[in-house]
């Protein structure tokens, strides 16, 4: 192996395994496709290893690939760091970052005035949508960070820990027997969905979606009200629901920070928003 790594082999690098095609990631690190393959074919000769399978249909990263992405994300991090506390300069620029909408109002009220105090040369644009929309939006290169609750582990990303979501009710909450348990779901997007609907599914639970709504209050506010069960993480639950433990248990989600790699300012501000708490 070489006794160095370029940085712009390793950005162009990042960039075709966010991509997973080399126009979009030539695209995206303004070079030529053909560029960008040379960049891949040097890096692997570097290293000595084969980065990306290879297919009609795109690339993937190789085994070594996925071990050489994740070691070398906190080296790009480290090295634009410094570059960015020599060239304060640097710190002005838009950057775009997405944030589930369950999240939104938490991090409106506790992380974002401080963002906002800590980078005042930086335009801050917030998208608050559902997981599964917000990682499009990161993948087709139209956030440039991005807090998302996936089923699955990603290939990408910082996974920042597990979250249980909960069936949780009303205290007061009661429904007629062998009527549908009437429930408040979110809209396709979120992950919590797709998982409390297969658990109905699996258990064999006559229900029926009293509400389904894009914004995560209102399917909250429903619950509260006592006309449905909903899904929530217990650490937001707070007085006056409880946990339904009567329905099946649903599985553990991953939550993670996908940051652009290639983007000193988000790599920059990738550090302060990785200690939000949900």
């Not at 946990?243 to 290639?262: F, S």
Request: charge should be negative.
């Amino acid at each position: 192996m070489a006794k160095q790594l370029n940085i712009d082999l390793l950005r162009t690098f990042h960039a075709v395994a966010r991509f997973g095609r080399f126009n979009e990631a030539a695209e995206h690190v303004h070079r030529s496709a053909s560029t960008v393959t040379t960049q891949i074919q040097k890096l692997e000769d570097q290293v000595g290893q084969r980065l990306f399978s290879r297919s009609n249909q795109g690339v993937e990263l190789t085994l070594y690939g996925r071990k050489l992405l994740v070691e070398t994300i906190e080296f790009l991090k480290s090295h634009d760091r410094l570059l960015i506390s020599l060239m304060p300069q640097r710190m002005q620029g838009k950057i775009r970052l997405g944030i589930p909408d369950t999240y939104a109002p938490a991090f409106m009220q506790d992380l974002l005035p401080q963002l906002i105090a800590d980078n005042p040369l930086l335009e801050l644009e917030v998208e608050a949508r559902t997981s599964g929309e917000l990682l499009n939006l990161f993948m087709a290169n139209q956030l440039d960070l991005a807090i998302t609750v996936s089923a699955q582990p990603l290939a990408q990303g910082e996974r920042l820990g597990p979250v249980q979501p909960l069936w949780v009710a009303a205290e007061h909450f009661s429904y007629p027997p062998n009527a549908a348990l009437p429930i408040t779901v979110p809209v396709v997007g979120c992950p919590y969905r797709a998982a409390a609907l297969q658990a109905l599914k699996d258990h064999g639970i006559f229900h029926r979606v009293l509400l389904e709504s894009p914004n995560s209050s209102a399917v909250e506010a429903c619950a509260r009200s006592g006309v449905a069960v909903g899904l929530m993480e217990e650490s937001r639950m707070g007085e006056g629901l409880m946990h339904m433990t009567e329905l099946p248990p649903l599985p553990a989600q991953h939550l993670y920070l996908l940051c652009d790699t290639g983007n000193a300012l988000a790599l920059h501000l990738h550090e302060q928003v990785r200690h939000f708490k949900v």
